[in-house]
C-alpha cells in the first residue's frame, strides 16, 4: 500500500504542486479580501460621517481629554403663512421656539461609561432635565458620541413629549385639536463656538422639525394671530432675524438660536 502511495505522488507530482498551489493562492486571496475587509471596515469606524468633517477637524485643534458641553435638541416649526409660533422659555425669559433636550433612556448607560460621558454641570440637574441629552463629553469621543446619536438607539427620537408639555399642558393649544401632532425631519443644525456664558467649548445640536397642520388647526390657528400673551406669541420671519427688532424697535426678547427656525444655514456664532 506504501508503494502504491509513492508511486502515485510520484506520477502525479507536478499535478499536485499545482492545486497545492492553487489552494495556497485561493487562501490568500481570501486571506486578503478579509483583512482588506477588516481594515476597511476599522478605518470607516475612525472616520467622522462626511457632514460632520467640518467639526471633526475643528476638534483636533482641541485637547483629546478636555471635555466639550453638548446640547441636543429638537425644534419645533410651527408657522402660519409668514408667522412663527413661540413660547416663553423656562430658565431664560426669552421667546424661542416650542422643543427641547432629548431624553437617554436607561440603556444608553453602555455607551455613556464607554465614551467616558458625564452629566452636564452648567445647569442644575432637577426632575425635569434629569436624563436630557445635555453632556459633557471628552474631545477625542465626540464625533462616537454623534455617531452613536444619530442611530437613535436608546433615546428619544420623538417630539410629542415636548409639543404636550409646552402647548397642551399649558393650554395655549386645545388637546382635543392637537393631541396628536405629526411633524417631518427638516436638517440639523451643529454649532460649535466657546460658550461665554459657560466659559467652555460648547456643540449645540438642533434638529427642526415642521408640525404638519390640517385645514381645522389652520383655521384655529389663524384666529390667534392677534392674541396678545405673556407665554406665547407669534413672530414674523423678519422679527426672528432681527432677535425682536422691527427697525429700531424692540418688541420681544427672542432666544438666539430662534432663527434657525427659518434656515439651518443662520450661523448662531462667528467663531
Wanted: hydrophobic share 40%; charged share 25%.
Amino acid at each position: 500500500m506504501k508503494d502504491i502511495i509513492i508511486n502515485f505522488l510520484q506520477s502525479h507530482y507536478v499535478w499536485l504542486i499545482a492545486v497545492v498551489a492553487a489552494v495556497v493562492s485561493l487562501a490568500s486571496e481570501v486571506g486578503k479580501s478579509i483583512l482588506s475587509d477588516l481594515v476597511k471596515d476599522s478605518l470607516i469606524s475612525k472616520l467622522p460621517p462626511i457632514k460632520k468633517i467640518k467639526l471633526w477637524r475643528k476638534l483636533q485643534q482641541v485637547p483629546k481629554n478636555e471635555y466639550i458641553r453638548i446640547s441636543a435638541a429638537y425644534l419645533l416649526r410651527i408657522r402660519l403663512d409668514n408667522n412663527y409660533l413661540l413660547v416663553k422659555g423656562h430658565r431664560v425669559k426669552k421667546f424661542q421656539p416650542v422643543g427641547g433636550a432629548f431624553q437617554r433612556y436607561p440603556n444608553a448607560s453602555k455607551i455613556i461609561n464607554k465614551l467616558g460621558i458625564l452629566d452636564d454641570n452648567k445647569i442644575e440637574i432637577d426632575d425635569i432635565n434629569r436624563g436630557d441629552l445635555r453632556v459633557r463629553v471628552p474631545a477625542r469621543n465626540v464625533i462616537d458620541f454623534l455617531k452613536w446619536f444619530d442611530t437613535g438607539k436608546d433615546r428619544e427620537t420623538t417630539i410629542e413629549r415636548e409639543f404636550r408639555e409646552e402647548l397642551l399642558k399649558t393650554d395655549i393649544l386645545p388637546t382635543d385639536l392637537f393631541e396628536h401632532p405629526k411633524a417631518d425631519f427638516l436638517y440639523e443644525c451643529l454649532n460649535f463656538h466657546f460658550s461665554t456664558h459657560y466659559q467652555c467649548r460648547e456643540l449645540l445640536v438642533h434638529q427642526v422639525y415642521e408640525i404638519h397642520l390640517n385645514d381645522a388647526q389652520r383655521e384655529y390657528l389663524r384666529s390667534t394671530l392677534q392674541h396678545q400673551s405673556s407665554e406665547w406669541i407669534w413672530a414674523s420671519e423678519e422679527v426672528i432675524r432681527h432677535l425682536g427688532y422691527e427697525g429700531n424697535h424692540k418688541l420681544f426678547e427672542i432666544g438666539d438660536h430662534t432663527p434657525l427656525l427659518i434656515s439651518k444655514n443662520n450661523n448662531l456664532f462667528t467663531h
